[in-house]
Each structure stands twice: as C-alpha cells, then as structure tokens.
C-alpha cells in the first residue's frame, strides 16, 4: 500500500472517530442508571405512583437526607407546588391546609453534591435549593426535559441530581399537565389548581 494510501486511510480513521464520539455526545440524552441493588422509593401521589432509583454512589450526602426524609414519613401529604410543563415538577416541602401552604419543618441543610458527573436528563430527580450552593433540605424536582442550564459547568455551579425516574414517568407527566395558576405564597402561576398530593414515599422492599 502507498504511503498516499496509507495517509488517507488514517485521515478517513480520524474523522471517523471524529464524528462517533460527536454522535455519543449529542444523542446522550439519559445517564447511567443506578446499579443493581441500589436503593428505590415508590412515590405514591393523587395521580398515581412511580418509582425513583437512588445514586447512592454519586450522591451519598444527598441520598442519605433523602432518605431520611422517607423514613421520618416526611413527604406524606405534601404537594407538588411548583409544575411547569416542559421543565420540572417540585414538590415535597409544603402541605396544603385550607387556605395556606404551610412550609414543613426542615433538617439542617446539606452541600451540593451537582460536581458529581450527572445531568439533569428528562427523568432525572434533581434537589431544589435557593441561590447559596449548601441550602437543599426536603424540596426535590423531576426534570421533564434535558435542562442542561440546571447541569455543573464551568459557569454554573449546577443542581444535584441524586435519582432517575425508573418507572411511572407517564405519571410524572400526567402531573405536569395539569392546570396551574398563581397563589401566594408562590411568585409564579406554577401550582395546580387542584391539588397533586404526594401520599405517601416509602423505600421499595
């Protein structure tokens, strides 16, 4: 073979390689899921029920409050207050009573653990937390689409995803279709005319 040959074979190689990891990258659209054994909730709520894995190894602090919360029975009866279609559902630190949204008692808060490799893919369950790094507590939402301005960067320090969506999504779905509009104590016309209460979050046995 000619070295003419030989050099426009290596060429072809290069792009080759070129444009399959080009292809991986943009057709990633779901990060690995949690091994096998690793912990799941059932999150049974007004609309249905659907069942999160747990990344334990990417996320222990945040998996651990998590968890804590589950087994306090902490999220029973709590809403999703904030659901808009195409980006999120949130939910998990307010209960409805009456009139008023009464925000629960909370845990001290913990660190942000978004440097830990994950996206926040559709599917992925992300904590919420105010605009300090270290200030998630019980609030967690669900990301309806890849909302990668919500992903660590080299820009943006990121919200930490610490579980997957593993069955149930179209319940998860069904939830951000409902009709919303705007109440205090919330700024946005986010929370659901009718209530989407989270009955109860146990660990799957």
Not at 39 to 50: C, D, E, I, M, N
Request: charged share 20%; net charge negative; hydrophobic share 40%.
């Amino acid at each position: 073979m000619s070295s003419k040959h030989i050099e426009t074979l290596a060429l072809l190689t290069l792009l080759l390689l070129i444009v399959s990891a080009c292809t991986s990258e943009t057709t990633m659209t779901e990060n690995p899921q949690p091994p096998e054994g690793a912990a799941r909730v059932v999150v049974k709520t007004s609309l249905g029920s659907f069942i999160i894995g747990l990344y334990e190894e990417h996320s222990p602090v945040t998996v651990t409050n998590f968890l804590s919360y589950v087994n306090a029975q902490h999220f029973d009866r709590t809403v999703f207050h904030r659901v808009i279609p195409g980006f999120m559902i949130q939910g998990g630190g307010f209960v409805h009573q009456g009139s008023q949204f009464v925000r629960n008692d909370v845990d001290p808060p913990i660190i942000l653990e978004s440097n830990n490799g994950l996206k926040n893919y559709r599917g992925a369950v992300s904590m919420a937390r105010t605009q300090m790094p270290d200030s998630a507590s019980d609030q967690f939402f669900i990301n309806l689409d890849h909302n990668q301005f919500l992903d660590r960067s080299d820009i943006e320090i990121g919200y930490a995803v610490f579980g997957v969506v593993q069955e149930g999504m179209d319940v998860v779905d069904a939830i951000a279709a409902v009709e919303t509009h705007r109440i205090r104590p919330f700024p946005e016309p986010a929370t659901p005319v009718e209530d989407v209460l989270i009955l109860s979050v146990r660990l799957q046995r």
